[in-house]
């Protein structure tokens, strides 16, 4: 069998625009976008958003551009509008212990009317304490306990005056202290000199008197506390005897706006019955005092301070459960953070101050992450495996590092929380992870994996058409005719190089609409047409290929020898692609080989040079075993032969250029020459069938560019493998050639099918050879005479096998 000749309806698949059912995009706009060509990460997204047992997290893999962020977070909010709208999260201040604040979970909306009332309460209650405080009850009532205190301090001042008399002391009262001064008998003052005088015994008595004399002022002055402390106390039981119903009260009132559910709370009872404790014990604040009043409105402002609520997630808004999308992931924004602020040289902070992140206001709803983004920071990624494993997240202090101005630690309460995780991955971070983590990928049950590529059929033509009509509403665009769309979906075909699939990366979709209506727009057009999108894809290229335009120019410039024309034997043009990321292209490489009478079998020197990689090293061992495979009949073999990639001076990788490889080792050895117009990509197995490459459109355009610019001669063509036909989507100008029969396309099954046509002669009959050996007029003919001719070659020398010197191999380093 030989090789087939393609004919130019085969290099491309053309997409009829009246088969689409629309004139242009404007009338799809009707018609809502889908999981075009997703339909297996579609059902996997919707089951995983929909299962509530925890776990059940969603890990969404595929390449950047197929639309999984936001396909998923169109499902996301789907899926949350169904959901009830979760509880609002609020902190409270601790009155037991003030460093741990609690945290109270209210139905949505009322942490905005418990915050509103408490707001009102700090506003009207202190008013209206004063008010009670300053009536004329309270004055009667507590003028009555400051004369009761003022008669019994009299009584017992007196009860010391006579003491002190007895003791022939007289006292008077100087500020905070009692003088006392020794009287004679005469009721004169005894100075010093004359108590000098007295007898000894005398002396030692008004000495014991005055020791008397000191007890019973100490005895008075505690009598004097206690009576001020009772009366304190008095007062302070009158202040709350006569502004507990107002206390009481207003709280009573801000209970009646709460939902009735919240009544018999019994964390919010016990707060309010806290507040009203903790109000009365300071209701000495709210008495005027004209002295130091701006002190007392400060202590008394940071007293209410305390009965506020920080309302941290406020759900009154929502209408479903919330979903978030976290782009820049870091502790604070995930889990958190405490607030501080600089007050006389100090850094305070409070329960006010605490902050949430993106995992508590997503509870009860979805929160997206890109894995990307959590990988680069270590200590995030272990604090998120730890949630995920205990559910529930501690708001945590925002570190050790402030030295001598550290402030007192607050310990928030930790919350229970419940959210599903939708994280955005690659599929080989997925199995990664699998491997060196499997406990985090146990949290992720949900597998939503996004396809490279989709098989192509009218409906997804049709959801494609959709895509762009949506696109160019968003961004106001004018739209895509009919032809317009059939080229946009024609591209689609040529990324993923396929007559049969169609792309799923539809951001380079979307790229070439923006660019297309750009150039519409500047030749004020109503529609983008075909020209616009091949002004476009012109625009890109050029924009790109200095690299292929070089590496062009070098070759037509012979700065690298490649011959485009005419027969050479051990020589021939294989093909390769070089993908820049941005930009890839075609170009053929020369390979050369040479053989020689000997016993070193095949010699790979871009393998001995550590150029080569695995996969070219493999084809390069299946080729040796085929090649020894062919010539069985004869073997051993005596054969010394090297082949090369001329020019070639980076690394070589892949195994598309063993077919070409084989094909230049046969001629040097059968000494029959090469067609040097044809180029020839294709892998080979150890029986000879040629297996499809990648890259087979930038390959033979590469190819066709060079035979372009020296001109077409009608000889020039390519050799590819049979299995690539449906990966054929070739720029229209290799088309036009090969329809006007300037240039060539043929297939190939089995290697021998393109050793016929490089040579002109039959390849051999390989069935045949294992009996009879190869015709002496075929190619492998030729190449057994020469065999034979090395076996005899190396018996006349009768020297044993020479190890051939080779350079250290990667396994010898």
Known sequence: MSTQFLDFSQLRLTIDPAALGFPDTSALLQHPLSWIGQERAELAAHFGLSMMQPDYHLFVLGEEGSGRSSLLHQAMRTAAANLPVPPDLCYLYNFVAPDKPQAVRLPAGQGRVLRQSLLQLAKSLPAEIIQCLSGQNFKLKSERAEKQFKTETGQAYNKLDKFAESLHFAIHREDEQIVFTLLDEKGEILTAENLLK??????????????????????????????????????????????????????????????????????LKAYFEQMETDILANLALFETDPGDEEKRQAELSQIFSRYQINLVVDNADERGAPVLIEDNPSAYALF???????????????????????????????????????????????????????????????GSAWAANAPASLEPEAVDVNVKIVLIGSRDQYYDLQEIDPEFMRRFRVKVDFADSFVASRDTYLASAVF????????????????????????????????????????????????????????????????????????????????????????????IAIALAGEETGQLNALTQIDLGDHSFGTPV??????????????????????????????????????????????????????????????????SASCAELYALLSSLADVPLRQGIA????????????????INDKIEGFFKLCEKRGLTGEQGVLIPYQNRQHLMLDHAVVEAVKQGLFAIYTMEHVTQGLELLTGLPAGNIELAHAHGYSSDTVLGHAQKTLLTFRRACQLTQHPKTEHRRLPSRLDK
């Not at 006389?344 to 992140?357: A, C, E, P, S």
């Not at 029986?687 to 499809?692: K, S």
């Open 468 to 559: 762009v009509s949506h696109a160019c509403e968003a961004a106001k665009l004018p739209h895509f005719s009919a032809t317009a769309v059939a080229r946009l979906l024609e591209e689609s075909h040529r990324e993923v190089e396929d007559q049969k699939r169609q792309s799923a990366i539809f951001a380079r979709i979307e790229m070439l609409i923006l660019e297309s209506a750009a150039i519409c727009n500047a030749r004020r057009g109503r529609l983008v047409e075909v020209v616009d999108i091949s002004a476009a894809l012109q625009a890109r290229r050029l924009r790109h290929n200095y690299p292929d335009l070089r590496l062009q120019e070098a070759i037509l410039e012979d700065e």
């Open 680 to 695: 020839v990509t294709g892998a080979l197995n150890q029986f000879g069938e040629v297996l499809p490459v990648g890259g």
């Open 336 to 398: 958190g953070s405490i607030d501080y602020q600089f007050e006389n040289g100090k850094l305070k902070t409070d329960f006010m101050r605490i902050r949430v992140g993106n995992l508590l206001k997503a509870h009860g709803g979805f929160l997206m992450l890109h894995l990307n983004d959590l990988l680069t920071d270590g200590p995030l990624w272990v604090k998120l495996r730890r949630f995920l494993r205990s559910k529930r997240l501690q708001i945590e202090e925002p």
């Open 198 to 267: 007295l007898p000894k015994a005398q002396r030692s008595a008004i000495e014991q008197s005055e020791q008397a004399l000191r007890d019973a002022i100490l005895q008075y002055f505690e009598d004097f506390k206690r009576i001020e402390k009772e009366k304190d106390q008095a007062l302070a039981s009158l202040r709350q005897r006569i502004v507990q119903p107002v206390v009481s009260q207003a709280l009573k009132k801000v209970q009646n706006g709460l939902h009735k559910s919240l009544k018999q709370q019994d964390r």
């Open 590 to 655: 020369r390979v050369t080989a040479r053989t020689f009478a000997g016993e070193d079998g095949v010699l790979n020197i871009a393998r001995e040079v550590d150029m080569s990689g695995p996969i070219h090293d493999k084809g390069m061992l299946i080729l040796q075993n085929y090649l020894t495979g062919l010539f069985a009949h004869i073997a051993p073999l005596a054969l010394s032969a090297s082949i090369v990639f001329e020019q070639e001076y980076t690394s070589v990788e892949g195994d």
